[in-house]
């Protein structure tokens, strides 16, 4: 069975899973959160603890091609999973045999949402309700900061070869935009395929290049050093739940060096 986000008070029979595996790094990072790291019995290849450190959980492939017959092997009780990280055909394939929560995160107010549905299902909602008035008061005080900005018109890069960028539907555009960045590419949808001449003649004042999806690293500045390139980590513009309260230090951090490098 599939339980959509927004949909929880549909279904009775939730309550305390007691064997959760997640197909998601932000959303494992978020179990983790909740003190439910006993209860984690499979995480992807690209999930990390804090710290960057690896975890001792059985990993169950990647985000995009999971192991299912690991999967059923582990006969989890609760598969945490996204509408756009995870492909369709391995969800339903999965809820023929357990129970899926499929998140579908666009802005903050969703993410709130799934954080509070995602607690109620492993009895953790008081945590996850702290954990969201820490981000709400931490979202707050960074916009107030820089409420009166002017947006810095940007490109934000998430693949090589092809080019590749994110359209105004994406939660890293929402981001984005939070930041006090504007997306120039956002009459786009998704994740649009570029080319370099149209960043250049879109003219932004930064393009950012980000870890990941494809990992931007120093050796690719010099590559694109016409169009003013900015090594970014794409966790603080892409990984909701807990995670999103370490972005706004970051964000904060990120605007004072590019202001003082103007």
Same mark, same amino acid.
């Given at each position: 069975? *599939?339980?959509?986000?927004?949909?929880?008070?549909?279904?009775? +029979?939730?309550?305390?899973?007691?064997?959760?595996? +997640?197909?998601?790094?932000?959303?494992?990072w978020l179990l983790f959160d909740l003190n439910l790291y006993d209860k984690t019995?499979?995480?992807?290849?690209?999930? #990390?603890?804090? &710290? /960057?450190?690896?975890? /001792? =959980?059985?990993?169950? !492939?990647?985000?995009?091609? $999971?192991?299912?017959?690991? *999967?059923?092997?582990?006969?989890?009780?609760?598969?945490?999973?996204?509408?756009?990280? &995870?492909?369709?055909?391995? =969800?339903?394939?999965?809820?023929?045999?357990?129970?899926?929560?499929?998140?579908? *995160?666009?802005?903050?107010?969703?993410?709130?949402?799934?954080?509070?549905?995602?607690?109620?299902?492993?009895?953790?909602?008081?945590?996850?309700?702290?954990?969201? /008035?820490?981000?709400?008061?931490?979202?707050?005080?960074?916009?107030?900061?820089?409420?009166?900005?002017? @947006?810095?018109?940007?490109?934000?890069?998430?693949? @090589?070869? $092809?080019?590749?960028?994110? !359209?105004?539907?994406?939660?890293?555009?929402?981001?984005?935009?939070?930041? !006090?960045?504007?997306? =120039?590419?956002?009459?786009?949808?998704?994740?649009?395929?570029?080319?370099?001449?149209?960043?250049?003649?879109?003219?932004?004042?930064?393009?950012? %290049?980000?870890?990941? $999806?494809?990992?931007?690293?120093?050796?690719?500045? +010099?590559?694109?050093? +016409?169009? &003013? $390139?900015?090594?970014?980590?794409?966790?603080?513009?892409?990984?909701?739940?807990?995670?999103?309260?370490?972005?706004?230090?970051? %964000?904060?951090?990120? #605007?004072?060096?590019?202001? /003082?490098?103007?």
């Amino acid at each position: 069975m *599939i339980i959509h986000q927004g949909n929880l008070q549909k279904h009775t +029979s939730t309550g305390h899973y007691q064997r959760i595996i +997640s197909l998601v790094p932000s959303l494992s990072w978020l179990l983790f959160d909740l003190n439910l790291y006993d209860k984690t019995i499979g995480v992807t290849k690209f999930c #990390k603890g804090p &710290n /960057s450190q690896e975890l /001792s =959980i059985p990993k169950i !492939g990647g985000t995009k091609n $999971p192991d299912l017959n690991k *999967i059923n092997e582990l006969n989890p009780d609760l598969i945490l999973a996204n509408k756009e990280e &995870n492909r369709k055909e391995d =969800i339903e394939l999965l809820a023929q045999n357990h129970l899926v929560y499929l998140s579908e *995160i666009k802005d903050l107010q969703s993410m709130y949402e799934m954080m509070e549905e995602i607690g109620v299902l492993t009895g953790t909602v008081d945590i996850s309700h702290d954990f969201i /008035s820490r981000i709400k008061l931490k979202s707050t005080a960074y916009s107030f900061e820089h409420n009166d900005e002017p @947006k810095k018109p940007v490109t934000y890069l998430i693949w @090589k070869q $092809p080019l590749m960028t994110i !359209g105004h539907d994406t939660f890293i555009h929402y981001m984005l935009e939070f930041a !006090g960045f504007r997306n =120039i590419f956002a009459d786009n949808y998704r994740y649009p395929v570029i080319t370099y001449d149209e960043i250049r003649n879109r003219n932004p004042e930064f393009t950012f %290049l980000s870890s990941e $999806p494809y990992p931007f690293n120093r050796k690719h500045l +010099s590559e694109f050093k +016409s169009i &003013n $390139p900015v090594l970014v980590d794409g966790r603080m513009f892409s990984w909701y739940g807990t995670f999103t309260l370490q972005s706004f230090d970051y %964000l904060n951090a990120l #605007k004072r060096n590019l202001n /003082s490098n103007i």
